[in-house]
RNA sequence: GCCUUCUUAGCUCAAUUGGCAGAGCAACUGAUUUGUAAUCAGUAGGUUGUUGGUUCGAUUCCGAUAGAAGGCACCA
């Protein structure tokens, strides 16, 4: 395929490349605006990009549109398509630019900031503003579907005002918008709302907005996190604190957190004294440092907490479990020695590594280094930190990216963003370098000539927010949890209530002895029907026990995801099952084509 | 917070132009005793999110309010 690019200039593309389909995106919009300045000759355009595996186009409609329309919108576009309108580039000088947009203020603003050369891109009697690329004609643009209608600021400032943004997704063959809309439509089977409510794992209530309830099995799940989480931090030499969910306003004024984030604090005043309820551990951890005099022999100090935050997000922002306005973060705080940070951050690395992929979760690395204003502590101490951070990542074989002057203004930061089994990508864990609160709240440790040092500090945390983590492992595992996370392991289906009941019943009370979560289905109801119940709950195995298991003293097992039935003694189950929770196997594959 | 849309039984959804609020699943009762994804019959279940208005009459139309969804803005 062939493309025009901004400069005129006309170069081949690979119809495999991301590139390509961006462009084709990209073209894709301006059919999308062309289909609507024809259906509607009032509206006004603002601004119409590809992003991934999509594009939008914002518009001012004199009168809002609804998802109806879009069909009607579609079905133009594809109209105009099929005369493959040749796509002409042409530049212009500013007045001209001026002159062609006159009627419209949204594109007179951004002609107005442009300092380059400013080309305009002309299909049919649709002309826009733009850069390109483009392809050369709208006969290519044919597998394509608008998808929904949201609100967006004008240029991404809330002081401006909403457009009405139209998002839509276009590709090269019709095979692969399937494709794509069936991944939406996975997405959208998994979604951890809806399983969160099939599988009764939490609630939400319209009393607590943003206040998730755990109900018992999500609480399973979630006690297994945590205790793995405590088994993980024991071998690391971690030592675990828990600090006061609510705390006095002066503290988070030495802090900084009252000045920057009071508005999305919970406060309160007892006693004529203001309080606010933490939404960062960090000053709770730092009073325990402090609580004791540290010698340099006592460093590093592995400080964890899975502290519970709150913060008053706007009600727009909640999201499920993925944002809430109360979370609890597997938080840690470490104080170490200079000399100590190379250790410190390889030892993250493999920490790090073991808690995601227990989780069957891939990772790459992004390291924030310092911005170029407004940053605080010695240069000095950024740049080494900075070269420990990038050797240490370079040397754990991660993928890993950088982002100059992303870093927060006290200190360098390692972001891990995580890859679910739907090709999704979540920022959950950080390692974040502070040079600020062990200032602000006079940390040191007294060093071997006696004096005191300051200590240097991290914050870390791997999961992020417990409750957006269980988010996305719902999500990931498409609800099908791997054995040592589901809330029940072992369902068991007597095939008749009269005769192997109490069978059963023996069976159940010897797992259950062994701390395995059994169910046992003694509905009157077929066979058939408890095996669908417990299809349906994605609980891993199903036993069915009858005459013959019975009689032989054997189970018959099927696994969640498998036809499969599989006969073996009760010891050999027992086992298999407890051998699976040990080394917290993984059911990926299960978790991909569940339903 | 902002834009658009939505809110009907525990869950998933119906209800012609404003005219007696219905179904499936689940629950309960009874029958059935079942060999791998739904056995049959019956019963009960609702101030249609809340609130104010228009109307002889409102689930339906209008306003307010709460919550939710898709986005935007925000995310220490």
Same mark, same amino acid.
């Given at each position: 395929? *062939?493309?025009?690019?901004?400069?005129?200039?006309?170069?081949?593309?690979?119809?495999?490349?991301?590139?390509?389909?961006?462009?084709?995106?990209?073209?894709?919009?301006?059919?999308?605006?062309?289909?609507?300045?024809?259906?509607?000759?009032?509206?006004?355009?603002?601004?119409?990009?590809?992003?991934?595996?999509?594009?939008? +186009?914002?518009?001012?409609?004199? #009168?809002?549109?609804?998802?109806? &329309?879009?069909?009607?919108?579609?079905?133009?576009?594809?109209?105009?398509?099929?005369?493959?309108?040749?796509?002409?580039?042409?530049?212009?000088?500013?007045?001209?630019?001026?002159?062609?947009?006159?009627?419209?203020?949204?594109?007179? %603003?951004?002609?107005?900031?442009?300092? %380059?050369?400013?080309?305009?891109?002309?299909?049919?009697?649709?002309?826009?503003?733009?850069?390109?690329?483009?392809?050369?004609?709208?006969?290519?643009?044919?597998?394509?579907?608008?998808?929904? $209608?949201?609100?967006? +600021?004008?240029?991404?400032?809330?002081?401006?005002?909403?457009?009405?943004?139209?998002?839509?997704?276009?590709?090269?063959?019709?095979?692969?918008?399937?494709?794509?809309?069936?991944? $939406?439509?996975?997405?959208?089977?998994?979604?951890?709302?809806?399983?969160?409510?099939?599988?009764?794992?939490?609630?939400?209530? %319209?009393?607590?907005?943003?206040?998730?309830?755990?109900?018992?099995?999500? @609480?399973?799940? !979630?006690?297994?996190?945590?205790? +793995?989480?405590?088994?993980?931090?024991?071998?690391?030499?971690?030592?675990?604190?828990?600090?006061?969910?609510?705390?006095?306003?002066?503290?988070?004024?030495?802090?900084?957190?009252?000045?920057?984030?009071?508005?999305? @604090?919970?406060?309160?005043?007892?006693?004529?004294?203001?309080?606010?309820?933490?939404? @960062?551990?960090?000053?709770?951890?730092?009073?325990?440092? *402090?609580?004791?005099?540290?010698?340099?022999?006592?460093?590093?100090?592995?400080?964890?907490?899975?502290?519970?935050?709150?913060?008053?997000?706007? #009600?727009?922002?909640?999201?499920?479990?993925?944002?809430?306005?109360?979370?609890?973060?597997?938080?840690?705080?470490?104080?170490?020695?200079?000399?100590?940070?190379?250790?410190?951050?390889?030892?993250?690395?493999?920490?790090?590594?073991?808690?995601?992929?227990?989780?069957?979760?891939?990772?790459?690395?992004?390291?924030?280094?310092?911005?170029? %204003?407004?940053?605080?502590?010695?240069?000095?101490?950024?740049?080494?930190?900075?070269?420990?951070?990038?050797?240490?990542?370079?040397?754990?074989?991660?993928?890993?990216?950088?982002?100059?002057? &992303?870093?927060?203004?006290?200190?360098?930061?390692?972001?891990?963003?995580? *890859?679910?089994? @739907?090709?999704?990508?979540?920022?959950?864990?950080?390692?974040?370098?502070?040079?600020?609160?062990?200032? !602000?709240?006079?940390?040191?440790?007294?060093? #071997?000539?006696?004096?005191?040092?300051?200590? $240097?500090?991290?914050? !870390?945390?791997?999961?992020?927010?417990?409750?957006?983590?269980?988010?996305?492992?719902?999500?990931?595992?498409?609800?099908?949890?791997?054995?040592?996370?589901?809330?029940?392991?072992?369902?068991?289906?007597?095939?008749?209530?009269?005769?192997?009941?109490? +069978?059963?019943?023996?069976?159940?009370?010897?797992?259950?002895? !062994?701390?395995?979560?059994?169910?046992?289905?003694?509905?009157?109801?077929?066979?058939?029907?408890?095996?669908?119940?417990?299809?349906?709950?994605?609980?891993?195995?199903? $036993?069915?026990?009858?005459?013959?298991?019975?009689?032989?003293?054997?189970?018959?097992?099927?696994?969640?995801?498998?036809?499969?039935?599989?006969?073996?003694?009760?010891?050999?189950?027992?086992?298999?099952?407890?051998?699976?929770?040990?080394?917290?196997?993984?059911?990926?594959?299960?978790?991909?084509?569940?339903?």
């Amino acid at each position: 395929m *062939k493309v025009q690019q901004h400069d005129g200039s006309i170069v081949e593309m690979d119809k495999k490349s991301p590139e390509s389909l961006e462009v084709l995106n990209h073209s894709t919009s301006h059919l999308l605006a062309e289909a609507i300045q024809q259906l509607y000759p009032d509206a006004l355009f603002g601004f119409g990009p590809a992003i991934e595996n999509g594009f939008y +186009y914002d518009i001012d409609f004199k #009168s809002p549109i609804v998802e109806q &329309d879009l069909i009607k919108i579609e079905k133009k576009m594809h109209e105009l398509a099929s005369k493959d309108e040749k796509i002409i580039r042409q530049s212009l000088t500013k007045s001209q630019a001026l002159e062609v947009f006159k009627d419209n203020p949204y594109k007179l %603003e951004l002609i107005r900031d442009i300092n %380059e050369d400013i080309t305009i891109f002309t299909q049919g009697n649709f002309i826009d503003l733009c850069r390109g690329p483009h392809i050369l004609s709208t006969g290519q643009i044919k597998h394509f579907k608008l998808l929904s $209608i949201a609100g967006a +600021y004008w240029r991404g400032d809330s002081k401006n005002k909403q457009l009405c943004r139209i998002y839509g997704t276009s590709w090269w063959s019709e095979e692969d918008l399937k494709n794509y809309l069936n991944l $939406i439509e996975e997405r959208k089977k998994r979604d951890h709302r809806l399983l969160g409510k099939q599988l009764d794992l939490f609630m939400l209530s %319209e009393y607590g907005p943003g206040f998730p309830f755990w109900l018992p099995n999500g @609480m399973i799940l !979630r006690e297994a996190i945590e205790e +793995y989480w405590k088994q993980q931090h024991f071998k690391y030499h971690y030592v675990v604190v828990k600090t006061p969910i609510m705390l006095s306003k002066e503290l988070w004024e030495i802090s900084g957190h009252w000045s920057h984030y009071k508005d999305n @604090m919970y406060t309160t005043k007892i006693d004529d004294r203001e309080f606010a309820i933490k939404p @960062m551990n960090c000053p709770g951890g730092i009073l325990v440092y *402090k609580n004791s005099l540290h010698s340099y022999k006592d460093l590093p100090i592995r400080m964890a907490e899975l502290g519970l935050v709150h913060r008053h997000e706007a #009600s727009g922002a909640l999201n499920g479990l993925f944002r809430v306005r109360a979370f609890t973060q597997d938080d840690a705080h470490i104080f170490c020695r200079e000399d100590q940070l190379v250790d410190e951050i390889s030892t993250l690395l493999n920490f790090y590594e073991e808690m995601y992929s227990v989780f069957g979760l891939d990772y790459y690395i992004v390291l924030s280094t310092r911005p170029e %204003e407004g940053y605080i502590g010695d240069i000095k101490i950024w740049n080494k930190s900075e070269a420990i951070l990038k050797e240490a990542c370079e040397k754990s074989g991660k993928e890993f990216k950088i982002n100059p002057g &992303d870093g927060a203004f006290y200190g360098p930061k390692l972001d891990f963003k995580l *890859k679910d089994s @739907m090709n999704r990508v979540w920022q959950c864990g950080t390692i974040q370098l502070d040079m600020n609160l062990p200032e !602000r709240f006079d940390c040191f440790y007294i060093d #071997s000539d006696g004096e005191k040092k300051r200590p $240097i500090m991290l914050h !870390r945390a791997c999961l992020g927010s417990i409750e957006r983590f269980i988010g996305i492992l719902i999500e990931h595992y498409g609800g099908a949890f791997p054995a040592w996370l589901a809330p029940v392991q072992v369902n068991l289906l007597p095939v008749n209530n009269a005769y192997h009941l109490a +069978y059963a019943q023996e069976i159940y009370d010897l797992l259950r002895a !062994r701390h395995i979560r059994v169910s046992l289905d003694d509905g009157n109801d077929k066979l058939g029907y408890r095996m669908r119940n417990s299809q349906v709950k994605k609980i891993p195995f199903t $036993i069915v026990l009858g005459d013959h298991e019975r009689d032989d003293r054997t189970l018959t097992y099927r696994r969640f995801g498998s036809n499969e039935q599989i006969t073996v003694s009760i010891d050999d189950f027992v086992t298999l099952i407890e051998e699976e929770i040990k080394e917290k196997k993984q059911n990926i594959e299960v978790a991909k084509s569940a339903q």
